[in-house]
T-cell receptor, first 117, second 111 residues
Framework: AQSVTQPDIHITVSEGASLELRCNYS??????LFWYVQSPGQGLQLLLK??????LVQGIKGFEAEFKRSQSSFNLRKPSVHWSDAAEYFC???????????????FGKGTKLSVIP | DAGVIQSPRHEVTEMGQEVTLRCKPI?????LFWYRQTMMRGLELLIY????????DSGMPEDRFSAKMPNASFSTLKIQPSEPRDSAVYFC?????????FGEGSWLTVV
């Protein structure tokens, strides 16, 4: 079974600073990798995903993530954080085929991001 | 696309009452998931449907919880009787080709 580790529970950055949120996964093959963001009182919004191909993926809101197979990592980055980015961020690993009824999606515990004006 | 639609958005109910949460998945998606989110346990998968058939209900906490998907455009999650420890945010999500899209959640408080 796959697992996801987000080692940082809470990160605080200043507005305009760069950001990197860490995600490590455990899975025997190449998984599907996702980052979701949850603002207070809201649902989970998909930021970006990696299935195959280019290991650097671009997402919405200026975010990007890089898949590193050797490190089993899929870290999320943003060059300049805005106050509106304050939220909780979840990394997730998917395996199987949802269309065939064999899908599993495992979430990390989340990293809460605070932004100092 | 309207996205995954859940109702009610907020519900406060008394212990022992029946609670029914509703979900309309994104049109054309063939998989539907119910998740529960709490501070203590994070996001937990309760049940997973594929083509309206329950595939994995191992996350359903106990017999008080039941879920149905009578057709491709509607699902319910029912709690009967409800207990204070059921207070949580319940998310419905749907997918096509392994990308899961979440609804805004149903915020349940059982007093």
């Amino acid at each position: 079974a796959q697992s996801v580790t987000q080692p940082d529970i809470h990160i605080t950055v200043s507005e305009g600073a760069s950001l990197e949120l860490r995600c490590n996964y455990s899975y025997g093959a190449t998984p599907y990798l996702f980052w979701y963001v949850q603002s207070p009182g809201q649902g989970l919004q998909l930021l970006l995903k990696y299935f195959s191909g280019d290991t650097l993926v671009q997402g919405i809101k200026g975010f990007e993530a890089e898949f590193k197979r050797s490190q089993s990592s899929f870290n999320l980055r943003k060059p300049s954080v805005h106050w509106s980015d304050a939220a909780e961020y979840f990394c997730a690993v998917g395996a199987g085929d949802s269309g065939a009824g064999s899908y599993q999606l495992t979430f990390g515990k989340g990293t809460k991001l605070s932004v100092i004006p | 696309d309207a996205g995954v639609i859940q109702s009610p958005r907020h519900e406060v109910t008394e212990m022992g009452q029946e609670v029914t949460l509703r979900c309309k998945p994104i049109s054309g998606h063939n998989s539907l998931f119910w998740y529960r989110q709490t501070m203590m346990r994070g996001l937990e998968l309760l049940i997973y449907f594929n083509n309206n058939v329950p595939i994995d209900d191992s996350g359903m906490p106990e017999d008080r919880f039941s879920a149905k998907m009578p057709n491709a455009s509607f699902s319910t999650l029912k709690i009967q009787p409800s207990e204070p420890r059921d207070s949580a945010v319940y998310f419905c999500a749907s997918s096509l080709r392994n990308t899961i899209y979440f609804g805004e959640g149903s915020w349940l408080t059982v007093v």
